[in-house]
């Protein structure tokens, strides 16, 4: 049988790739799926071997055939070499930031990252001596300005949480490299079918999988991609941290991942729709949605980035009482953290609480919606329901 993971190679189209890459069924009796494996000892046939390095498999934290089968998809939709999973779309931010600081250091961080990222970095980072400083993703100046000091490290987000501005990420990370820091980049939103940051000029790529990746709200799990000198150092805080993730959830995550391509074609058509009938209602103030032509972040999105996912915000002129009324009438929209899965989502998140770097206007409420695999016009009927009771 031929060799699976030779179909990563890049003489196949996208959808090729998702479809063929990962596990090699021969390797396990023909079975096409990878076996899920619940292991912590593995045995060795004799001393030599278990202090050799030559046996593929030598303990459950240090990998297994499933971790292979998914690390190996990602590193063919990422470009990367290596990919590591670890628990959580927040870990894939934490232990890169941790793998390339020490005490005395500076960070950059876009002021719009997910802000349980910029927890970590109040927190853990600042603790152990690491400079935390946020900046403006559209501020260009400054950003050159705040280069000008010794940084070790560069966070973006593209686009941002919660406001979905549109950095240059380009401009961004080739200005960083020009000082020596390393740019690491969380791809959630665009996942690696859509935006590939190593592509552009990024070192590390991370993705909370919780969202589209595994796609059915069921699992946590994160990924962080990158090659040579980063992609070592991030293994290394990875291996010293014993990180690691349960069979089961690499399994669903790999199963889920092989239907990315087609769940982002309907995602992404269902939030077009829905959006343009948004920008179009006068009860919303604006739609926060790069793909859509005029939004802010645009032109950007159009350049970088081959695709956009059903995740965006509107927002309304008005009080917090008067949005919250919309998201409570929704029937459609369930309010919850996390998007990705195939369901309708709304939140109504305090945006100014987790901005330090830009300011959000009081008068404006942003409501953040997850355009599910419903039918969109279900969903706008439900919008309109929603928005008439902000009306009212
Ligand atoms: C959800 C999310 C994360 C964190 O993922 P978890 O798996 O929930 O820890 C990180 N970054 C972004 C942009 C997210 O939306």
Known sequence: MKDQRDTAASRYR???QIARTGNDPAEFFGFV?????????????????????????????????????????????????????????LVACTVPLAAVTKAGDRVLIV?????????????FLTRFGVEVVYFDPLDVE???????????????????????????????????KEVGATVMLDNTWATPLYFRPLDHGCDISMHAATKYIAGHSDLLLGTISANGEAAE????????????????????????????????????????????WLAADPRVHRVLYPALPGAPGHEIWKRDFSGATGLFAITLKGDRESAARVVDTLDLFGIGFSWGGFESLATLPMVQRVRTATTWPEDEQLIRLHIGLEDPQDLIEDLDRGLAAFAG
């Open 14 to 16: 996208r959808a090729t």
């Open 33 to 89: 799926n990878p076996p899920v494996v619940h292991a912590s000892t593995v045995l060795f046939p004799d001393v030599e071997t278990s202090f050799a390095g030559t046996q593929r498999y030598t303990y459950g934290r240090r990998g297994s055939p499933g971790v292979d089968a998914l690390c190996n998809v990602m590193n063919a939709l990422e470009g990367s070499e290596s990919t590591i999973l670890v628990p959580t779309g």
């Open 111 to 123: 002021d719009n990252a997910y802000a349980p990222t910029r927890k970590f970095c109040d927190g």
């Open 142 to 176: 400054t950003y050159a300005r705040l280069l000008k000091s010794p940084t070790a490290a560069v966070f973006l987000e593209a686009p941002g949480s919660l406001t979905f501005e549109v950095p240059d990420v380009p401009l961004l990370a080739g200005m960083a």
């Open 233 to 276: 150092k991030v293994k290394k805080t990875w291996d010293e941290w014993g990180e690691h993730v349960g069979p089961d959830d690499v399994y669903l995550t790999y199963r889920g991942v092989k239907t990315l391509d087609v769940r982002l074609e309907r995602h992404q058509r269902n939030a077009r729709i829905v959006a343009e």
